[in-house]
């Protein structure tokens, strides 16, 4: 058995590609390296992933290793890659086993001159990837950006070259595979009449005595030209959320506190409950707990981008702050790779939509979010996306606050693989989804 080995960054040119496929010819695996990390393994490791690959006939291996933290060997899992997980970044490792057959058809049938994307895209055209849950490998990366800057790489403007090769390679992949959408067209006129107000600010909370007020009164404080009030969902808070809530609603009866009978709702399940009351508007509107809105015309900018109903969502754009409401890094949030031609089927590459998120509610009714705690919303608005017309605004309606209460800040590499591949589970549903809709409508199935 024939295996060799070569190393390039991620973020490759198809050249360099091509440069690599050439001494494979005769060989059967190329076992590639991220020179961007110091590698430890072993012959015998490497002989391991080749036998996997051998008896599983895969096209692509990787491994789960050990890294190096603060002087310390710890373990690195990385997660299983399900259909759906087509993000750009997904965790494979520095060290990826390619059968070399694969790696050279790949290649060649890309087709296009990637300056940055040739190791995305071929890894999307390996059919067969095969995760080995074995630590065997010790991996040190060089110096890494903050959890911040890494987490939103994406929507830098330096980095816009890159995302526009990996949005193309998306793209095709998703052509390939029958799962590429046509631009939505607006969703059906909204039917009702009686929502109760126009719009509904919808807050969950559980124990945010901090920040509970803040948010409420940010959501108070919006000046519109139609009615509207505030839904704070408090999931059985056990600090002095409640108090500070009820004191709030003695002064101003357009707050509307909902407190669940089930003792078993996630974020999603509360929003279900908020939309599903008789209290909620014809437009419900995102606001967390812990966050605020930039100004007061956040609300009127919202409901006046849905058009009179003729878009099924709208998102807006958010800046990351401390809990002062200091800009942190990398600031202003604004998804500006959103295309109104793509931006529906880019939505599967990209980790999130942005924020503040808003639904018209007789939609989020008919497909209401999943009773989870992270990605709830990605979820509903990945669904809605792929149906019907979504409205985006690109200047700052948000704050986002940083603090060390927040539920997303400082997570565990476990905690970060249980909500990567939850959200990959969530692509790979309405994956199967568009590529049945699309079969529908061109009387083809996926496999065609």
């Known amino acids: 058995m024939k295996i060799i080995k070569a190393s390039t960054p991620w973020l490759c040119s198809s050249d360099r590609l091509r440069d690599l496929a050439l001494p494979i010819v005769d060989a059967d695996y190329l076992l590639w390296n991220n020179e961007e990390f110091c590698v430890d393994m072993a012959e015998p490791e490497i002989r391991r992933m080749a036998a996997v690959a051998e008896d599983c006939s895969a096209d692509m291996v990787y491994a789960d290793s050990r890294e190096i933290v603060d002087g310390h060997l710890c373990p690195h899992p990385r997660i299983d890659c399900q259909d759906g997980a087509l993000r750009d970044d997904f965790d494979f490792g520095p060290v990826v086993l390619f059968r070399a057959s694969s790696f050279s058809r790949g290649v060649q049938e890309t087709g296009e001159d990637y300056g940055y994307a040739a190791l995305y895209d071929l890894r999307l055209r390996m059919g067969n990837i095969v995760h080995l849950k074995e630590e065997l490998y010790t991996e040190s990366a060089k110096p890494a950006a903050t959890e911040e800057e890494a987490q939103f790489a994406y929507v830098k403007a330096s980095n816009r070259e890159i995302q526009i090769e990996m949005e193309k390679a998306c793209t095709r992949h998703l052509e390939r595979i029958g799962a590429c959408l046509p631009l939505p067209p607006p969703p059906p006129a909204i039917s009702r009449d009686d929502y109760a107000v126009e719009a509904s600010v919808i807050i969950p909370v559980l124990n945010r005595e901090k920040t509970i007020a803040d948010a409420v009164q940010s959501a108070l404080g919006q000046q ?52 599903q009351s008789r209290y909620c508007g014809k437009y419900a509107v995102q606001l967390d707990s812990d966050d605020i809105y930039s100004g007061p015309d956040s609300l009127a900018r919202i409901v006046s981008e849905f058009g ?141």
Request: charged letters at 25%.
């Open 224 to 275: 519109t030209a139609f009615s509207y009030n505030v839904i704070v969902v408090d999931n059985h808070s056990t600090d002095g959320t409640s108090r500070i809530l009820r004191d709030i609603a003695r002064k101003d009866d357009r707050l509307v506190v909902l407190t669940p009978s089930r003792k078993d709702l996630g974020i999603g399940g509360c929003w279900n409950l908020a939309v």
């Open 308 to 448: 009179n109903g003729e878009k099924a969502m709208v998102i807006g754009s958010y800046t990351i702050v401390d809990f002062n409401l200091n800009p942190l890094p990398p600031g202003l949030i604004d998804h500006r790779e959103w295309t109104d031609a793509n931006g529906h089927n880019n939505a599967l590459r990209i980790n999130g939509f942005g924020a503040p998120r808003a639904f018209r509610t007789d939609l989020l009714e008919l497909y209401p979010m999943p009773n989870v705690s992270y990605g709830e919303d990605y979820a509903a608005a990945l669904r809605l996306s792929g149906m019907y017309r979504i409205g985006r605004i690109f200047e700052n309606l948000y704050f986002c606050r940083r603090w060390g209460g927040n539920s997303d800040s400082n997570l565990s590499l476990e905690r970060l693989n249980r909500n990567n591949y939850y959200k990959d589970s969530i692509r790979t549903i309405e994956l199967k989804s568009r590529q049945l809709r699309r079969g529908e409508r061109y009387g083809k199935t996926a496999a065609e």
